[in-house]
């Protein structure tokens, strides 16, 4: 009887969620248009063309790379844990708006009305862009025991919760384990060189394509490289090599 049950729901057809006629972002449920709200409409005016939309986020990507590289050095730690997430949804949610997104879709995202997971963002970014090497919502060991997430860190700093004051209240006691300053400013100062490159890009005309081409270039990690180069040297050296007959 069981099995009968579980083979006849498993046939059922999940019902079909009806488009809704103001917004086609999937599972939004808005009773309007987002653009009839004029304060969205001149954001999305704002962020209609790529070269200026990599131009703000560049500048605040900026900002937010000396702001809280600055806590880190000074010791608030809190104030440098709280805001991990801010950097990264900046840099994701570019690279979703600028390459994922339909352009029906883009008010949807600016405006913030749910569904507008980072998680789910960051997600379609990873397969498109870094051939799911992201690592964002992998699960890892702890330092010393069970297993965590960064999403959950991130989350943690942002929503200001408790494990997050314990976190920085272990790091407190023992600054061995406080991040290296220099490593995290590396970190956000790639996500501006990436940024930097886009804007210049579109810019200087190019279609999205191409730039798409260049900022998944961009995120292959040095093992591709090098091997990229180790293959060009192979390949120099067997067309030098003197035919032997």
């Known amino acids: 009887m069981v099995k009968r049950l579980r083979t006849y729901t498993?046939?059922?057809?999940?019902?079909k969620l009806r488009p809704n006629?103001?917004?086609?972002?999937?599972?939004?449920?808005?009773?309007?248009?987002h653009t009839t709200d004029p304060l969205l409409q001149a954001l999305v005016d704002r962020y209609a063309a790529p070269d200026r939309m990599t131009s703000w986020m560049l500048a605040g990507m900026a900002e937010l790379r000396d702001s809280i590289t600055r806590d880190l050095t000074e010791g608030r730690l809190f104030a440098w844990y709280s805001r991990l997430r801010q950097p990264e949804e900046l840099y994701f949610r570019a690279l979703f708006i600028l390459f994922i997104a339909k352009d029906g879709e883009v008010p949807h995202i600016l405006s913030g009305a749910m569904p507008n997971s980072f998680s789910d963002i960051y997600s379609q970014v990873n397969d498109l862009i870094m051939d799911g090497r992201g690592e964002i919502l992998s699960v890892k060991p702890g330092q010393g025991f069970g297993e965590f997430r960064m999403i959950d860190t991130l989350n943690n700093g942002a929503h200001v919760a408790f494990p997050a004051l314990q976190m920085c209240a272990m790091m407190a006691l023992h600054p061995e384990n406080v991040p290296d300053r220099q490593k995290y400013f590396?970190?956000?100062?790639?996500?501006?060189?990436?940024?930097?490159?886009?804007?210049?890009?579109?810019?200087?005309?190019?279609?999205?394509?191409?730039?798409?081409g260049g900022v998944i270039a961009m995120h292959k990690p040095d093992a591709y490289w090098e091997e990229?180069?180790?293959?060009?040297?192979?390949?120099?050296?067997?067309?030098?090599?003197?035919?032997?007959?």
């Open 10 to 15: 498993s046939k059922m057809k999940k019902p």
């Open 21 to 33: 006629p103001n917004c086609p972002y999937p599972g939004c449920k808005s009773k309007k248009p």
């Open 186 to 212: 590396n970190h956000l100062e790639t996500y501006c060189t990436r940024l930097n490159y886009m804007r210049q890009m579109f810019e200087g005309g190019k279609s999205k394509n191409d730039v798409l």
């Open 228 to 245: 990229k180069s180790k293959e060009a040297r192979d390949a120099a050296e067997k067309s030098n090599a003197p035919d032997i007959k």
